[in-house]
Structures are given as C-alpha cells and as structure tokens.
C-alpha cells in the first residue's frame, strides 16, 4: 500500500555482508519495459514500467539488506539481495508479483527474495500511477485493468535481458499478487473484469472497504472515478476493461489478501482452470474476506483457501522498523507478529508452486 513518496524511497544499507553458511544467495537486478498505457497512467507521463528481478544468485555473492525509507532512517526491513550478481547454475520458475494499491516492488520484496532463495526466478512491478515511489494519479488507480499489461511488459523485458533469460523456464510460469495485485493475478490467469457489476456492487454496498476511498489516496471517490473514466483521454482504456488480459503460460496463481474480486462474474471466476491458493487475514477490513477470498475460494473449481488467525490486511507489508512503528501507525501495528504471516505465506507459497510448476 502507498506511503507519501518520499517515505518510500528506495534505500540500500550501506553495510554489506555475505548470505549465511550454506544458505542460497538472492540477486537483484532493476530494469524498465516500455508500455503506451503506462504513459497515461504515471503523472510524468512516461511510457515505462520500472521491474525488479530477484532469482538465486552464485554462491559468494555479497548480500546487502534492502529497506524502504531514508538511508539513515528505514521504515520498513524488507530483506537480503546480491545487486547485479551473477545468476547461479541453472534454469528456475518464473513468477510474477503484483504488488497493492499504492504499494511497490520493493514493499513485496520480503515475498520475493524468499521465493528467490527457494528457487524461483520473481519479477516485480511499480505499476505506473498507482506505486508508493511516484505521485499517485486518478488514472492510475482506475484503470486497474491495466496492470496485467504491465507485467505482461515486464515479462517480456525481463526474458530479453542476456542475463537472466538463459535461467528462466517460461514454460513453469507462476503470478502471485497482493491486495489489488490479487486482482491483477486473477486478470493474469485469464478472468475478465465486468466493470459494471464492479459499480453496481459499490452502489449497493457503498461501505465495503473496496469501495471506499483508500488510505493511499483519499480524495479518489468513487465519483472522481468516474468522472475520469467518462474523460475522452481514458475512454479508450476504459472501453478495454473488459478485454481479455490474460498472460500466456501462466500455470498456477498465488493470492495474498485479494481485492477487488467483486469485479469478476461467477462464471469467469469459474472459467480460471489453473489452481490457486489464497492466504488471507480473518481480521481484513481493507478487503473484507466475505466480498473478496472466501467469493474467489467458492467459485474457483481449483482454490484452497488458508485463513490466517487474528491477521489483518496490512500485515502482508513488509516489517516495519521500530521508526517506522512509531510514525506510521496503522500500517505497523499487528496482532499477529508479521514475521509469523510472512513465514507461512512463503511456506505456503513455495509448496503450492513446486507441486503447480
């Protein structure tokens, strides 16, 4: 989810270190993709979608730990990763990572790095206009249809890179997503969005946390949604939303705390023929089960559902530091302490796409 930019500003610890004895080695390497619908999107109006790629590094690798945040002071500890290393030995699995509304790659990286060091290469995305890196736009958060384009792009950037592509199976093709990133997935596995049964549910149940503004961005109502999606700059995007978005290949679907799923009809719900294994907080109030996890659990013919004791939608962030406790509130504040979720999403998670993939 979105901090002000500012706060979410890529930092790298100064200090470094090698991975533990024995333990794999993360790389992590940065690129862009180009897109037209980004340039619509991001408030500079550039055409780029920035991607980050974690995947098993060579051993000896030197390791250095990723935050968010200020360099000298981080909000969030989001894990371990080698820049530019070089890829181990091998060809890995691919996954896809979406992150939420407002969020980042970086801010997903806890999940990423973990499935890096389990053997998966992980591609992940700031999508243009709705990231916690650059200024959030109206376009950006209303045309969520658009960001399986944007891994679609990153995909394709990242197979073209001559350092990655020769380690990566793109015939064992995952896509995993958080929050609003679970929407994108299920877009990614091949379920159309009807934009109208979207609107007719928020007239409906204008309470559901779905429907209302967000704590990213709350200015954007549903009505400025609206008023957007009616301009002549977005009606070509919006008269697309229905289109099929799906990513060739993509075998097997992850989902953290999915949104939006009252965008899908029962019977496109029905159509995702690949498994998928949904995680998510009995305390979401965000993405309230009953509208969202438990809809996609009952109409999917190969879902599993875990939900997750006393856990609540924030709790899939990355782990905030004791700053970041202090001055984000909300964000921080768990029940459930977040090291416990993030260990059984990855547990579960590496289980589900070794057995799918």
């Known amino acids: 989810m979105r901090l002000i930019p500012l706060l979410l500003s890529l930092a790298l610890c100064a200090t470094t270190a090698l991975a533990a004895d024995g333990a794999p080695v993360v790389g992590e390497r940065h690129g862009q993709a180009s897109l037209a619908s980004a340039a619509v999107r991001d408030e500079a109006h550039r055409d780029q979608v920035r991607y980050t790629v974690w995947y098993p590094a060579q051993a000896g690798s030197q390791e250095h730990a990723l935050q968010i945040g200020p360099p000298q002071a981080p909000l969030f500890e989001v894990g371990r990763a080698a820049g530019d290393a070089a890829p181990a030995p091998g060809t890995w699995p691919v996954l896809l990572l979406s992150h939420g509304n407002g969020g980042s790659a ?16 992980v591609i992940a995305v700031d999508h243009p206009g709705n990231n916690g890196v650059d200024a959030m736009t109206v376009a950006g958060s209303t045309l969520t249809w658009e960001r399986a384009g944007d891994l679609k ?41 009807d934009l109208q049964r979207l609107l007719d549910f928020c007239r409906a149940q204008p309470q559901d946390g779905v429907c209302q503004p967000q704590a990213e961005f709350p200015t954007l109502t549903l009505q400025a949604r609206l008023d957007a999606a009616a301009t002549p700059a977005l009606q070509p995007y919006v008269r697309r939303a229905g289109d099929d978005h799906a990513i060739p290949g993509v075998r097997a679907v992850f989902l953290m705390a999915p949104a939006i799923v009252q965008a899908f009809a029962p019977a496109q719900l029905a159509g995702v023929v690949q498994p998928v294994s949904i995680v998510v907080g009995d305390r979401d109030t965000v993405a309230a089960p009953s509208t969202n996890a438990d809809v996609a659990a009952a109409s999917i013919p190969h879902a599993a559902l875990q939900p997750l004791p006393g856990v609540g939608h924030y709790d899939f962030l990355s782990d ?19 090291a416990q979720t993030h260990a059984t999403a990855i547990a579960e998670a590496t289980r589900f796409f070794r057995e799918a993939l």
């Open 153 to 193: 792009a990153a995909l394709a950037a990242a197979h073209a890179d001559p350092v990655l592509s020769a380690h990566m199976d793109m015939a064992r093709l995952g896509v995993a997503g958080y929050s609003a990133g679970g929407f994108t997935a299920l877009l990614a596995a091949g379920a159309r969005m």
């Open 320 to 338: 905030c530091t004791p700053l970041g406790q202090q001055r984000l509130g909300p964000l921080c504040a768990v029940d459930v302490p977040k």
């Open 106 to 121: 970086r801010m997903m990286g806890w999940f990423g790095t973990a499935m890096a060091r389990a053997g998966f290469v």
